[in-house]
């Protein structure tokens, strides 16, 4: 099978020859790849999806996922050995501690938006998200896979995650208490604009589209909250997927035990990551969902950081005795690679599933 119909055999609960190797991966642990830095991905962009695509090179991944990051480099500056990103007026930005490591806001406090801001932000159509010219390099990057890689275009923040950008973390997860009804508001429009998002990535040939939010996890909010408020936009959002002919993949990482089956409800196509350091455990997965959808995920993330080859060799093992047959199972960490994660793990990790054989695959 074709890497693009493994993926897609999984997605429709279909047999594969071995499990997907389909990780939640950034550019940031790809970055050393290619022999760059942090600091410069965020000075140059465009570098995020070079990573993605070296990272593709280097591990044969069968699919991943490609965010919009924009395209313009940044103007920096050092001093005293410090690297500062700049604003366009020329004050500063952010800075970097080590240039292998994210950079820290210069000014941290942010200003909580009213609902009367957040509704009258303006929905941004599919036509006008291209001609904005922030696709282009996700367009470049489609071109350069050629149909050799299931690419999921990066749609998500229908729900939590918007608001809590909005309004800040503390009052986002108080507001389905207090302001329910502008709640439902603010998420009806935030899913709007993720559909205009996938439209966008549809048009540059992308073939799945990744919905969901981290603050929607029942470590941020309870299961009754994640039925009432999250559940109709994700399921919004995947009818509208599908009717663009695109794969939906719903990802709520934490602990999503408690909301399972209302994330497969959603009518999505596949549930990831299925965080083990959020107490997600793959043989309760396997007897509630296995071969109902897609499951997604599989070794721990602090084995694949902290880990040595044979750690992770023997883990992506065990993974695999349990879940290798398991109709729709795809092969991830139980979420995203950590970005000093070593490649050699990386590869010992993706080398493992690539030599497992599905014994019930005809």
């Known amino acids: 099978m074709t890497a693009k119909e493994r993926v897609t055999a999984a997605l429709e609960l279909r047999p594969t020859d071995r499990p997907p190797i389909f990780p939640v991966v950034t550019f940031e642990p790809l970055m050393k790849v290619m022999g760059k830095t942090l600091a410069d991905a965020w ?13 593709w090179e280097a591990f044969g991944f069968d699919g991943f996922e490609i965010p919009v990051c924009g395209y313009k480099k940044r103007d920096w500056v050092e001093e005293d050995g410090i690297l500062y990103l700049l604003n366009e007026d020329g004050s500063k930005n952010c800075y970097f501690t080590d240039p292998n490591q994210n950079p820290v806001r210069v000014n941290r406090t942010k200003r909580v938006m009213s609902y009367e801001e957040i509704l009258d932000r303006p929905i941004k159509t599919c036509e006008e998200l291209l001609a904005s ?6 367009a470049e990057l489609v ?10 275009g990066h749609s998500a923040d229908q729900t939590f995650n918007s608001l809590v950008g909005c309004r800040g973390a503390e009052t986002a997860l108080m507001d389905p208490f207090d302001e329910p009804e502008l709640v439902h508001q603010a998420f009806y429009r935030f899913t709007l604009q993720s559909i205009e998002k996938a439209k966008a990535f549809k048009e540059i040939g992308m073939d799945g589209i990744y919905i969901g939010d981290a603050w929607s996890s029942c470590s941020c909010i309870s299961p009754d909250i994640f039925e009432e408020f999250c559940v109709p936009y994700y399921r919004m959002a995947t009818d509208a997927i599908h009717e663009m002919g695109l794969k939906a993949c719903l990802h709520i990482c934490g602990n999503s035990s408690p909301i399972l089956e209302m994330m497969a409800a959603t009518g999505v196509d596949s549930l990831e990551p299925l965080d083990p350091l959020g107490g997600v455990r793959l043989e309760n997965v ?12 599989g070794i ?14 023997e883990e992506t093992r065990s993974c695999l005795d349990l879940m290798g047959t398991v109709p729709g199972y795809i092969f991830s960490a139980g979420d995203d690679i950590p970005p000093h994660s070593s490649i050699e793990n990386i590869k010992a990790m993706c080398d493992t599933v690539r030599n497992y054989r599905n014994p019930l695959f005809i």
């Open 133 to 138: 010219g922030d696709f282009a390099q996700a």
């Open 43 to 55: 000075i140059d962009p465009r570098l995020r999806y070079d990573a993605l695509y070296a990272g």
């Open 300 to 313: 721990n993330t602090l084995t694949l950081l902290n880990g040595n080859v044979q750690q992770v060799v």
């Open 286 to 297: 396997k007897q509630r969902l296995g071969g109902k959808v897609g499951l997604k995920g």
């Open 143 to 152: 071109k350069k896979i050629d149909g050799r890689a299931f690419l999921t």
